[in-house]
């Protein structure tokens, strides 16, 4: 495939972007007003945004215009993790998009950013939903990529009804503005005649959590990276799936595709998959009690990382659990921050206090049945902000609305108005919180939080709470995933470990 500045012709280029990672799962669902909180933006504004949707328009808009191309960007909405959306909701954007598409006269590639796990109160999945409308506009000659998040459900009839699909590979996604340019790479060389893409699937028959800031992750990305230098490999990619969102694609996959190869594609996926299915054992999580986490951190030096694992709004939970805060407050704990929960009414009743006020709060249990029991304190308002936001991916803006912080006994809070996991420091110290000089900080987030605190941490460590992020992967109540038999549930579902075995005999008897 050729790559860098287009030559031949100009051509019509059009970017949309449309994103929800859907806990089907959680007992709330994410409306109108989700989608204006997390970023809602059209046109050239969308150009504009501070999101990672943004900046991966904006690299489509200046590589188009590099090219001599034109570049139409459509409608970018985002909402944080959640329930189900609204089926109004989303059929509204949709119908916003394919009205754009129309508008924009002839279009030659269609670029479209999404998540991949979003899906409506109906059960409907939204990307394939939404390329299969894209196509009724655009014809067979037009070409359609997606760029999708890995914890997707990534499913065949995507893959047909889109030309290109490129995996995101890291987890903190920090590489979407790296797929972006991929996946433009391969749709304006198809569209050129330049490139022929095709795809296979590889179904590990797993379901996980596969963070890939440490091994044996780091070396299996790696890998996959390693495959794309073969020559007619366009992309390869590993869909974590994304355990909490109960679909008949649901679970681990890996995605090759190459360049007029389909015979590659389908030995490269298999070779690829059949890798990460024999690192799954090493992968199973092995998480600490919230008790067992809180004494490794009384007994370590420096600042030590808690990661609330069961209660983050980044896969889809309310953000008001306070299992872990309890836990610190009934030890003793000092010298600690912990956030940020999602309370509105709280953090209204701290503004209308002002700061320095003592207030008697009842903080968290609020939304359903997996935040839990809420918690009764006497807090000092130590600050609020009208409206904070933290650093969020790839550097961009997270909002987080009306904010405070409290202290209670020794414990810093911070209690915000947008629900959103913790990125990263700066959703403490926008509130002036000095995280870097505490001895304990604990994140409502399971992964995304470890790019930016690493840096001051000692220690990083995930915890088993409570919450709607089941991390027992064998156990999730699933109703509609396809295959039920599936690793941790069942030991070897693919059946490999006796090949192995029976490999490993034959090579004995040479």
Same mark, same amino acid.
């Given at each position: 495939?050729?790559?860098?500045?287009?030559?031949?012709?100009? +051509?019509?280029? @059009?970017?949309?972007?449309?994103?929800?990672?859907?806990?089907?799962?959680?007992?709330?669902?994410?409306?109108?007003?989700?989608?204006?909180?997390?970023?809602?933006?059209?046109?050239?504004?969308?150009?504009?945004?501070?999101?990672? $949707?943004?900046?991966?328009? /904006?690299?489509? *808009?200046?590589?188009?215009?590099?090219?001599?191309?034109r570049f139409t960007p459509s409608l970018f909405?985002?909402?944080?993790?959640?329930?189900?959306?609204?089926?109004?909701?989303?059929?509204?954007?949709?119908?916003?998009?394919? =009205? &754009?598409?129309?508008?924009?006269?002839?279009?030659?590639?269609?670029?479209?950013?999404?998540?991949?796990?979003?899906?409506?109160?109906?059960?409907? %999945?939204?990307?394939?939903?939404?390329?299969?409308?894209?196509?009724?506009?655009v014809g067979e000659k037009a070409v359609i990529?997606?760029?999708?998040?890995?914890?997707?459900?990534?499913?065949?009839?995507?893959?047909?009804?889109?030309?290109?699909?490129?995996?995101?590979?890291?987890?903190?996604?920090?590489?979407?503005?790296?797929?972006?340019? $991929?996946?433009?790479?391969?749709?304006?060389?198809? !569209?050129?005649?330049?490139?022929?893409?095709?795809?296979?699937?590889? &179904?590990?028959?797993?379901?996980?959590?596969?963070?890939?800031?440490?091994?044996?992750?780091?070396? @299996?990305?790696?890998?996959?990276?390693?495959?794309? /230098?073969?020559?007619?490999?366009?992309?390869?990619?590993?869909?974590?799936?994304?355990?909490?969102?109960?679909?008949?694609?649901?679970?681990?996959?890996?995605?090759?595709?190459?360049?007029?190869?389909?015979?590659?594609?389908?030995?490269?996926?298999?070779?690829?998959?059949?890798?990460?299915?024999?690192?799954?054992?090493?992968?199973?999580?092995?998480?600490?009690?919230?008790?067992? =986490?809180?004494?490794?951190?009384?007994?370590?030096?420096?600042?030590?990382?808690?990661?609330?694992?069961?209660?983050?709004?980044?896969?889809?939970?309310?953000? &008001?659990?306070?299992?872990?805060? *309890?836990?610190? +407050?009934?030890?003793?704990?000092?010298?600690a921050a912990v956030g940020g929960f999602w309370?509105? #009414?709280?953090?209204?009743?701290?503004?209308? !206090?002002? /700061?320095?006020?003592?207030?008697? +709060? *009842?903080?968290?249990?609020?939304?359903?049945?997996?935040?839990?029991?809420?918690?009764?304190?006497?807090?000092?308002?130590?600050?609020?902000?009208?409206?904070?936001?933290?650093?969020? +991916?790839?550097?961009?803006?997270?909002?987080?609305?009306?904010?405070?912080?409290?202290?209670?006994?020794?414990?810093?809070?911070?209690?915000?108005?947008? *629900?959103?996991?913790?990125?990263?420091?700066? #959703?403490?110290?926008?509130?002036?919180?000095?995280?870097?000089? /505490?001895?304990?900080?604990?994140?409502? %987030?399971?992964?995304?939080?470890?790019?930016? @605190?690493?840096?001051?941490?000692?220690?990083?460590?995930?915890?088993?709470?409570?919450? !709607?992020?089941?991390?027992?992967?064998?156990?999730?109540?699933?109703?509609?995933?396809?295959?039920? $038999?599936?690793?941790?549930?069942? =030991?070897?579902?693919?059946?490999? $470990?006796?090949?192995?075995?029976?490999?490993?005999?034959?090579?004995?008897?040479?």
């Amino acid at each position: 495939m050729t790559r860098g500045p287009a030559t031949r012709r100009p +051509l019509g280029v @059009f970017a949309a972007g449309l994103q929800c990672e859907t806990n089907t799962f959680s007992p709330f669902v994410a409306g109108l007003q989700a989608f204006e909180e997390g970023g809602l933006l059209r046109g050239a504004a969308a150009l504009e945004g501070q999101g990672a $949707d943004h900046a991966a328009a /904006r690299l489509w *808009r200046d590589l188009s215009e590099r090219d001599g191309h034109r570049f139409t960007p459509s409608l970018f909405a985002l909402a944080h993790p959640s329930g189900p959306t609204v089926q109004s909701v989303y059929e509204g954007f949709r119908d916003e998009i394919v =009205a &754009d598409l129309r508008a924009a006269g002839p279009v030659d590639v269609v670029l479209l950013f999404l998540h991949g796990a979003m899906v409506t109160t109906q059960r409907v %999945s939204c990307e394939v939903d939404l390329v299969r409308a894209v196509r009724a506009v655009v014809g067979e000659k037009a070409v359609i990529g997606v760029e999708l998040d890995p914890h997707c459900h990534l499913s065949q009839e995507l893959i047909e009804a889109a030309d290109a699909v490129v995996l995101m590979k890291e987890y903190p996604h920090d590489d979407f503005v790296g797929r972006a340019r $991929d996946l433009h790479d391969i749709c304006v060389a198809t !569209a050129l005649g330049e490139a022929h893409p095709c795809s296979a699937i590889f &179904d590990c028959r797993m379901v996980g959590f596969y963070p890939t800031t440490g091994q044996p992750m780091l070396g @299996f990305v790696d890998a996959m990276r390693a495959a794309e /230098r073969e020559p007619a490999v366009l992309s390869v990619g590993l869909a974590h799936g994304f355990p909490w969102g109960d679909m008949s694609a649901s679970g681990s996959r890996v995605l090759v595709t190459t360049n007029d190869a389909p015979a590659l594609a389908e030995a490269t996926a298999a070779s690829i998959g059949r890798q990460f299915y024999r690192l799954r054992q090493a992968l199973l999580p092995s998480l600490p009690t919230i008790d067992e =986490a809180l004494d490794s951190a009384a007994d370590r030096p420096g600042l030590t990382v808690l990661a609330d694992m069961g209660d983050n709004p980044g896969g889809g939970a309310p953000g &008001d659990n306070v299992a872990l805060l *309890r836990r610190m +407050l009934a030890r003793g704990v000092t010298n600690a921050a912990v956030g940020g929960f999602w309370d509105p #009414m709280v953090a209204r009743m701290c503004r209308e !206090a002002g /700061r320095g006020a003592v207030l008697d +709060l *009842r903080l968290g249990g609020k939304t359903g049945k997996a935040s839990g029991d809420h918690l009764d304190l006497r807090a000092v308002v130590r600050n609020y902000v009208e409206d904070h936001h933290q650093v969020g +991916l790839g550097g961009s803006t997270c909002p987080l609305g009306l904010s405070a912080w409290i202290e209670a006994d020794g414990i810093d809070i911070v209690v915000t108005s947008i *629900r959103a996991q913790t990125f990263d420091p700066s #959703m403490f110290t926008g509130l002036g919180i000095d995280v870097a000089a /505490r001895n304990v900080v604990a994140v409502k %987030s399971s992964q995304h939080f470890h790019s930016r @605190f690493q840096s001051i941490a000692e220690t990083i460590l995930w915890v088993a709470t409570p919450g !709607a992020l089941n991390m027992d992967f064998a156990a999730i109540d699933y109703a509609r995933k396809s295959d039920a $038999d599936y690793f941790p549930r069942t =030991a070897d579902p693919l059946g490999l $470990d006796g090949e192995a075995a029976h490999t490993a005999v034959e090579k004995d008897d040479e």
